[in-house]
């Protein structure tokens, strides 16, 4: 079991719950935890894909995608990748895929830039993710 955890029951114990107890948290422990710990989905986004598994090796030619924990990563051109959420914002389905020039979503066919801009449907943007490279290793971070 993780500091975390144990600590977290060790919080409830004492009868915080939910915001209190993340306000807990993030006020008790800021020092060491915070940096790094996140409440919000998005900002939990950190995975590292390696390029020379078969299941992500499409990653290595420009112009295709893999899907991974809800994130579309796409490879966009000979050095750079792009990663945006799963989740469309226009009515929340899980549908974004890359096609090439720009993130889109089947569902309705809304379109984003590859740093997420809603380019058509809807004026709403998607969360995007920064990317790494390091030898076969691809990050994906918030
Ligand atoms: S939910 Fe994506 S375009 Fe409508």
Do not use: W
Not at 65 to 72: A, D, K, M, R
Not at 78 to 94: K, P
Request: contains cysteine.
């Amino acid at each position: 079991m993780s500091t975390k955890i144990q600590r977290h029951e060790f919080l409830r114990s004492l009868g915080f719950k939910g915001a209190s107890l993340l306000a807990v948290y993030c006020g008790a422990a800021s020092l060491s935890s915070c940096q790094n710990e996140s409440v919000g989905p998005a900002s939990a986004i950190d995975f590292t894909l390696d390029l020379s598994n078969a299941a992500y090796s499409a990653l290595n030619t420009v112009g295709k995608y893999v899907i991974y924990n809800q994130v579309v990563v796409a490879r966009v051109s000979a050095t750079s990748f792009a990663a945006v959420t799963q989740i469309c914002s226009h009515e929340g389905r899980a549908q974004v895929v890359y096609n090439g020039t720009n993130f889109y979503c089947s569902a309705h066919g809304a379109t984003f830039s590859t740093t997420g801009t809603a380019l058509s449907v809807t004026n709403k943007a998607i969360a995007s993710y920064k990317t790494a490279l390091s030898g076969t290793t691809l990050r994906v971070y918030a």
